[in-house]
């Protein structure tokens, strides 16, 4: 295999090296890299320094002696990572033989050898048979058949990336119910419904090991959804983790949306507004994305630290932190068109929301759309003193 070498952070990995003429694709190269997800890495950097800090003053512990497994190497980098810049002990894992040579080589270039064990197994394997204070997953595609296995796994944070948005945000609706076992709905907040239908399924799988999670931050950016979660053991804790999935109900006429807590709940057949007919997504999360005392921990891990995507990172997070806690969002350019009115600066019509006595927000799944209790008749109103 020939190699380039990359630096990330503070650490420097070989990768395959792909010619801009080669017919070989990211994802086919015999050992995957994609620089496309540095500022995902840089940002699970920074979260699980946050995290690791926290827990080693709660329980007295030095920060080597909290265990890491990247579950899914490849050539090793995310794990190398946190290894070189956090301090953790970590565990490498891919099943290809390829991986696993190229993550011995990549260990020995940053002298991690002390720091890091190396593993070639099928994840799933690895993690029914291991637990780890952090477990990270970041497959190919859906996650879902790995969450059994990383929820026995992880005993006090889970991490996880997905990539299949089609399922996840309603564009491929059978394949969604298939794995997630929700209804999603191809609606104009579909990127936050994917990330609410993905936590809720964790929420399932973690209950099933009588463990509970406590999301600390979460972010769907471009083609992914990353969520970072606190994981406590606890029949108790896990019964009301449970309490925040629910339903979400639509209507696709005056854009109006309702929540309903609960897996067995009467959810109305009518639009509580215009008595359209409703479309309903989940069983799904309802309760919080993330935790704004975490997410000003991870800015200033961000702050502290010289990383390529760093700005990026920090408008992401900060973004999230001052996120309203409701369950959807309303994307401006949608609501402007409805009424036939040209659309005004988000400053201008959140502080009219404001003035109004509502709560309001930006939101950081999209430039043009805002978070409020208003509701869709108060904020149209809003929005037609502006014509
Ligand atoms: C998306 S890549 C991982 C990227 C890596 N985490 C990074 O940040 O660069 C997925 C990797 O998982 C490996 N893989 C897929 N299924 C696996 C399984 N069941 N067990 C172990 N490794 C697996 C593949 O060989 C591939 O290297
Ligand atoms: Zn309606």
């Known amino acids: 295999m020939k190699t380039r070498t990359i630096i990330e952070g503070a650490t420097c990995v070989l990768v395959p090296l792909i010619l801009e003429d080669q017919p070989v ?27 690791s800090e926290i827990m080693a003053s709660r329980k007295n512990l030095n920060i080597s002696d909290i265990t890491y497994v990247d ?17 953790l002990t970590v565990t490498l894992n891919d099943w290809s033989k390829e991986a696993y040579e190229l993550m011995k080589i990549n260990t020995k270039l940053n002298s991690l050898k002390d720091k890091v064990n190396i593993c070639l197994e099928n994840a799933n394997l690895l993690l029914h048979k291991n637990k780890y204070h952090i477990v990270d997953i970041d497959p190919f595609g859906s996650p879902t058949i790995y969450l059994d296995a990383a929820s026995t796994s992880a005993i006090s ?8 948005t089609a399922p ?15 209804v999603p709905l191809n609606v104009e907040y579909h990127s936050e419904m994917g990330l609410r ?11 099933r090991h009588e463990k509970s999670m406590y999301p600390l931050f979460s972010h769907a950016t471009r083609h992914y959804l990353r969520v970072y979660l606190e994981v406590q053991k606890g029949v108790n804790k896990s019964d009301n983790c449970l309490k925040n999935l629910g339903f979400i109900s639509h209507c696709k006429k005056c854009f109006s949306r309702s ?6 709940v009467h959810i109305p057949e009518k639009c509580k507004i215009c008595g359209h007919n409703n479309n309903v997504a989940g069983p799904l999360w309802l309760g919080n994305l993330h935790d704004k005392d975490f997410c000003d921990s991870v800015l200033m891990q961000l702050s502290d630290r010289e990383l390529g995507k760093k700005e990026q990172a920090m408008k992401i997070v900060r973004l999230c932190k001052n996120e309203l806690d409701v369950p959807t969002f309303y994307d401006q350019h949608v609501l402007s068109k409805k009424l036939g009115i040209s659309a005004i600066p988000m400053e201008n019509l959140l502080k009219e929301l404001e003035t109004n006595g509502f709560k309001a927000s930006r939101t950081h799944f999209s430039g043009t ?19």
């Not at 579950?71 to 301090?87: N, T, W």
């Not at 996840?168 to 929700?182: D, E, M, P, V």
């Not at 239908?197 to 209950?207: C, E, K, Q, V, Y």
């Not at 929540?259 to 067995?264: D, E, M, Q």
């Open 157 to 164: 944070m889970l991490a996880v990336t997905a990539t299949d």
């Open 259 to 264: 929540v309903h807590y609960g897996l067995a």
């Open 369 to 387: 759309s805002f978070k409020t209790n208003a509701e869709i008749e108060e904020i149209l109103d809003t929005l037609r003193r502006f014509r």
């Open 71 to 87: 579950a899914f190497s490849a050539s090793g980098i995310r794990g190398l990572r946190i290894a070189k810049e956090v301090g």
């Open 25 to 51: 694709s990211i994802s086919s190269a015999s050992v995957f890299y994609n620089p496309e997800m540095e500022l995902n890495r840089d940002l699970s950097v920074a979260a699980i320094a946050a995290f």
């Open 168 to 182: 996840l945000c309603g564009a491929h609706l059978n394949s969604g119910i298939r794995k997630y076992g929700a």
């Open 197 to 207: 239908i993905l936590l809720g399924r964790i929420a399932r799988d973690l209950a």
